[in-house]
């Protein structure tokens, strides 16, 4: 997605650009129900412009502006307690006028902004059946003040009080938040003839993007929360350190990944791990993933790759034949102790005949 790891990288640069994630539905928790997704006139018109921006057309007709202390439902009876809705500790009545327009849009929403997946078919009912349009300042005043703020310690070892400088607050979107972003998809610059277009470009990114893309996610959250329950326990650091480093470098990170943290300790650990991954219960573990995630049995013409980055491992959509070249098959050269690669080489030695049993009966061989 973010072009090859190449010292030409320049010449992928801009392919694929991403702009600033922009907020549309704001989860309010409701008297009725759980929540009820908010916005406002103005932020229902940007994004009308941003579509019409990038050629998407038919967004419906944005509803009137209601007043203040007013709102216009896409259900009414939905959201209502006789003739108020209550969103937080504020009372609302009813605009009607707006509510034709505002149905039109949750409906589009359903359809058009949210996954067509089965586990969204609860939220795509509930958003045209929860869906408001508040006033500017009262939109405004939501997102300012009815945030998750969670309170974060880091707490001293041996006295169990917060650390100098280790109290903090993070501030949090509700989950069920619904922001969008424009991607830009332009040629590439190779200074050969074969230039993508940006069409070409995004036509490809479809294909091989996963069903979920996590932007700047924090693979250090484990291995910190492993830190943050045995400092609760009074451990003391020397442990908690080597534990959490155990934590962080257990996972296989792909056929380039050099192990920069060793320790007998590991070594344990990390051969029950992977030896979980050979044999029978290891074939039916990757045969039923990749199931789950939709992907190929097997396809010639797709071999396996074998030089694969960490990054790369992680975004893989590979037929699951290959994951067995990939990673399966690579683990008993690299289990740790004498006992662990006695165990891996018999689990290692049934794969393989699972794989010449499997090759012929895809030939149609007897």
């Known amino acids: 997605m973010f072009g090859p790891e190449t010292a030409n990288a320049s010449d992928h640069a801009g392919a694929v650009s991403f702009g600033d994630a922009r907020l549309l539905l704001f989860p309010v928790r409701s008297l009725c129900g759980v929540f009820v997704w908010t916005t406002s006139v103005a932020v229902l018109s940007r994004y009308a412009r941003d579509l019409t921006a990038v050629g998407i057309k038919g967004f419906p007709v944005i509803p009137p502006a209601p007043g203040t202390s007013k709102t216009s439902a896409s259900n009414w009876g939905a ?98 938040t619904l922001l969008y972003a424009p991607l830009h998809f332009t040629k590439g610059r190779p200074k050969n003839d074969k230039k993508p277009s940006g069409k070409e470009i995004a036509t490809a990114l479809r294909k091989m993007s996963p069903d979920r893309l996590q932007l700047g996610g924090d693979e250090t959250v484990g291995p910190r929360q492993a830190r943050a329950f045995l400092e609760s326990l009074g451990v003391e650091e020397s442990v908690v350190a080597h534990v959490e480093n155990i934590v962080a470098h257990i996972s296989f990170k792909g056929g380039n990944h050099e192990q920069a943290f060793r320790s007998p300790e590991l070594d344990v650990v990390q051969d029950a791990d992977r030896l979980d991954a050979l044999g029978a219960i290891g074939i039916a573990r990757a045969f039923a993933y990749g199931g789950h995630k939709g992907r190929e049995l097997y396809n010639p013409a797709i071999p396996p790759n074998l030089n694969m980055t960490k990054e790369e491992y992680k975004r893989s959509a590979a037929p699951t034949i290959n994951h067995f070249y990939e990673k399966l098959l690579l683990l008993k050269d690299r289990m740790n102790t004498a006992t662990g690669r006695a165990m891996a080489e018999r689990r290692h030695l049934f794969m393989e005949t699972y794989l010449e049993e499997f090759y012929r009966e895809w030939e149609g061989e007897e």
């Open 79 to 176: 959201i209502s307690a006789g003739d108020k809705a209550v969103l937080e500790e504020y009372c609302f009545t009813h605009h009607v006028e707006g509510d034709d327009a505002t149905r039109l849009i949750a409906e589009w929403l359903a359809e058009y902004a949210l996954p067509a997946t089965d586990e969204y078919a609860h939220f795509r009912t509930e958003l045209q059946r929860r869906l408001v349009v508040l006033s500017e300042d009262e939109f405004r005043d939501f997102t300012q003040f009815a945030t998750e703020v969670v309170t974060r310690v880091h707490l001293d070892a041996e006295t169990k009080t917060v650390m100098s400088g280790q109290l903090w607050t993070e501030e949090m979107l509700p989950a069920e």
